[in-house]
């Protein structure tokens, strides 16, 4: 009894990267999460709500259960929001960046919404948050109840390459490192920069890792 009330004075809220494998990703550990008692809020505007429990897999009989206890709130973007179609002519969904730039720029104030209403009946509120929506630490840390967590999504491997491309764990693995400016748009790196700048404008509990 007294676990399940420990549980329920803390709210987690996971708030991912409006693609198809940062929403996942973050929908699996949000169900995780949920099959242990926690209250879990998967917070993201209502086409990728949609696209996460319709596309979720991987999950046996009791799957339908854990999505069942996890709790979907969407996060309204002012001023329209919907999925521009796909250009096969590009191996990188460059021709996603309005709608990427629309949810960074849009979900900060409906999430800090969200956040005070928590804040308001539990003891603690957790923010995982994909580290590609930077901006929920920064609103985490304005509640007096608040922590967040960056989640990277990417492989682990791939932070290695950062600091040592010619690592021998990549060398061993036949893996090669691509810096983001090699395999991705300008305008993806200079969003991803703007969510490093996010990053350092509020402190972190901690990283989970892919």
Same mark, same amino acid.
């Given at each position: 009894m007294e676990d399940s009330a420990a549980a329920a004075a803390? $709210?987690?809220? +996971?708030?991912p990267f409006p693609t198809q494998g940062h929403l996942n990703q973050l929908l699996h550990l949000s169900m995780l999460l949920a099959s242990r008692g926690l209250a879990v809020h998967y %917070?993201?505007?209502?086409?990728?709500? @949609?696209? $996460?429990?319709a596309r979720v897999h991987g999950w046996d009989a009791a799957g339908a259960l854990r999505l069942a206890a996890v709790? &979907? @709130? /969407?996060?309204d973007i002012p001023g329209g929001y919907a999925s521009p179609p796909p250009d096969p002519s590009s191996p990188f969904p460059g021709h996603m960046?309005?709608?990427?730039? /629309? &949810? *960074?720029?849009g979900a900060r104030t409906p999430? /800090? %919404?969200?956040?005070?209403?928590l804040s %308001? *009946?539990?003891?603690?509120?957790?923010?995982l948050h994909d580290r590609m929506a930077a901006f929920a630490a920064v609103e985490a840390a304005r509640i007096p109840n608040g922590e967040a967590l960056g989640v990277h999504c990417l492989a682990a491997s791939y932070n290695v390459g950062w600091v040592y491309p010619a690592h021998r764990l990549l060398v061993e693995h036949g893996l090669v490192f691509?810096?983001?400016? $090699? *395999? +991705?748009t300008k305008e993806f790196v200079a969003l991803a920069k703007r969510m490093g700048q996010e990053r350092r404008r509020a402190a972190v509990a901690g990283m989970i890792y892919n």
């Open positions: 803390v $709210a987690v809220v +996971t708030v %917070a993201a505007p209502e086409p990728h709500l @949609r696209e $996460a429990r709790r &979907f @709130r /969407a996060l960046m309005p709608l990427l730039e /629309a &949810f *960074c720029d999430l /800090a %919404a969200l956040l005070r209403e %308001a *009946c539990h003891r603690r509120v957790v923010v691509h810096p983001p400016d $090699a *395999c +991705t």
